[in-house]
């Protein structure tokens, strides 16, 4: 049966793919982005193609605007059976020892503070719905266990405002995970690997296709899935 799931940052890369992936299992997905024009145009697109996809405005950093999209969903479906917490950025590879406090502050506004804000503000429509479903897109770069690990392929990427805003978002899906654990609720983080993305840069090895593929797995599977747990395609990654 057809389901109703908003994906945040549903404009480009791995966002877009997870909508694409969504709507073509015949479920609505709301198309959340903060670029109205390019988030139209690709909603448009999709819908044209004969998927039920919407655009809805969310930008991470405006509160107003995830009120306003929570309204209008609920307006339209009155209830979210999922909630794909995609939208991230990368400011700079600035190191631990000299990132600047602004630097900080912005990735940590957009990663860590606007995505607990947009899961706030769709948590009853979420509640209302049947499936209970919460992914927030990490990195593995967020894992402190992995970077440990002096074999780790990415043990030399450290950029401490990206990094550490993710080990936030991490810290958030355990606790959250806990919290709405009586309530039937799966909340999961989910690293996509390193993707040729806007953000991955034109090197990455994986498309968006394999990126988006983790978080529409934990979207789609049956209600009596793992909460709390990191997860990456065929397996989980230490925190
Ligand atoms: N690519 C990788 O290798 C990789 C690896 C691990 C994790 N990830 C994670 O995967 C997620 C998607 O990244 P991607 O690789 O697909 O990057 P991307 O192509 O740059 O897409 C990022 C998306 O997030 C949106 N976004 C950024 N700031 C926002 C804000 N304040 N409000 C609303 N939307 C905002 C962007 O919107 P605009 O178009 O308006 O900028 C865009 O839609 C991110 O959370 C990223 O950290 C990516």
Same mark, same amino acid.
């Given at each position: 049966?057809?389901?109703?799931? =908003? /994906?945040?940052?549903?404009?480009?890369?791995?966002?877009?793919?997870?909508?694409?992936?969504?709507? &073509?299992?015949?479920?609505?997905?709301?198309?959340?982005?903060?670029?109205?024009?390019?988030?139209?145009?690709?909603?448009?697109?999709?819908?044209?193609?004969?998927?039920? /996809?919407?655009?809805?405005?969310? $930008?991470?950093?405006?509160?107003? *605007?995830?009120?306003?999209?929570?309204?209008?969903?609920?307006?339209?479906?009155? &209830? =979210? $059976?999922?909630?794909?917490?995609?939208?991230?950025?990368?400011?700079?590879?600035?190191?631990?020892?000299?990132?600047?406090?602004?630097?900080?502050?912005?990735?940590?506004?957009?990663?860590?503070?606007?995505?607990?804000?947009?899961?706030?503000?769709?948590?009853?429509?979420?509640?209302?719905?049947?499936?209970?479903?919460?992914?927030?897109?990490?990195?593995?770069?967020? *894992?402190?266990?992995?970077?440990? $690990?002096?074999?780790?392929?990415?043990?030399?990427?450290?950029?401490?405002?990206?990094?550490?805003?993710?080990?936030?978002?991490?810290?958030?899906?355990?606790?959250?995970?806990?919290?709405?654990?009586?309530?039937?609720?799966?909340?999961?983080?989910? *690293?996509?690997?390193?993707?040729?993305?806007?953000?991955?840069?034109?090197?990455?090895?994986?498309?968006?296709?394999?990126?988006?593929?983790?978080?529409?797995?934990?979207?789609?599977?049956?209600?009596?899935?793992?909460?709390?747990?990191?997860?990456?395609?065929?397996?989980?990654?230490?925190?």
């Amino acid at each position: 049966m057809s389901k109703v799931f =908003l /994906v945040t940052g549903g404009n480009k890369g791995i966002g877009k793919e997870i909508v694409k992936q969504l709507g &073509l299992h015949g479920h609505t997905v709301y198309l959340g982005a903060r670029n109205v024009e390019e988030g139209r145009n690709i909603a448009e697109a999709f819908e044209a193609s004969g998927l039920d /996809v919407r655009f809805v405005y969310i $930008d991470l950093t405006d509160v107003n *605007s995830q009120k306003e999209a929570a309204d209008h969903i609920k307006s339209k479906s009155g &209830l =979210l $059976d999922g909630l794909i917490n995609n939208a991230g950025m990368i400011n700079d590879f600035d190191l631990a020892s000299s990132v600047s406090l602004e630097s900080l502050r912005e990735t940590f506004e957009t990663n860590y503070f606007g995505t607990v804000m947009v899961t706030q503000n769709m948590l009853s429509l979420l509640r209302a719905g049947e499936r209970k479903v919460i992914v927030n897109v990490s990195t593995g770069l967020g *894992s402190m266990a992995m970077h440990g $690990d002096p074999s780790w392929p990415f043990h030399g990427t450290n950029p401490l405002a990206y990094n550490s805003s993710k080990a936030a978002l991490n810290m958030f899906t355990v606790l959250l995970a806990k919290e709405l654990r009586a309530e039937g609720f799966r909340v999961n983080s989910v *690293s996509p690997g390193w993707i040729a993305t806007d953000l991955g840069g034109e090197q990455a090895p994986g498309t968006p296709e394999e990126g988006a593929a983790i978080a529409v797995e934990c979207a789609l599977e049956g209600n009596d899935s793992q909460t709390g747990l990191f997860r990456t395609t065929g397996g989980t990654i230490p925190w």
